[in-house]
């Protein structure tokens, strides 16, 4: 799965976490980069509005994203964003009992990738009551897990 399909996949609100974790420096570069301004200029409109409208405008820019550079800059929005949901990653690595240090490893991680449909199955149906969907999603699908359409 490339990264703009992905973002397809997942709520707006979860985007936005994403967007609200990366650093200040990364949002303004992007909304510059891709031209998007707050449309509304009133004076009733809160500063609250005009972040989540850019926000969302971004958002749909981002799921039309071709260009290798753009889904690059996407994973890396990823990247960024899953080192804050470090008890997910822990708690994926020691089900799967990987050698972690909180949910980071020293190996490379192509062990994703054999995961057996059934290995995937049941990781999913742990994970489900403690994380949410776009999470695991993000966090699978980021490691290139197989199977996943058919479990989440």
Known sequence: MNFNELLTKISFDTFA????IS???VRESLFSHYGIKSKTRGLLTSIKEKKEQRIKILHETLQAAKRPRE???????????????????????????????????EEETDFFEKLSEQQVKELIS??????SHDSILIYLSFMQVPFLDKHL
């Open 71 to 105: 889904l690059e800059f996407l994973k890396e929005l990823f990247r960024n964003w899953l080192f804050s949901q470090r008890p997910l990653l822990k708690a994926t690595l020691d089900y799967l009992k990987v050698e972690n240090d909180n949910g980071l490893v």
């Open 126 to 131: 742990f994970l489900k009551p403690s994380f």
């Open 17 to 20: 976490e994403i967007i609200a």
């Open 23 to 25: 650093p200040r420096k």
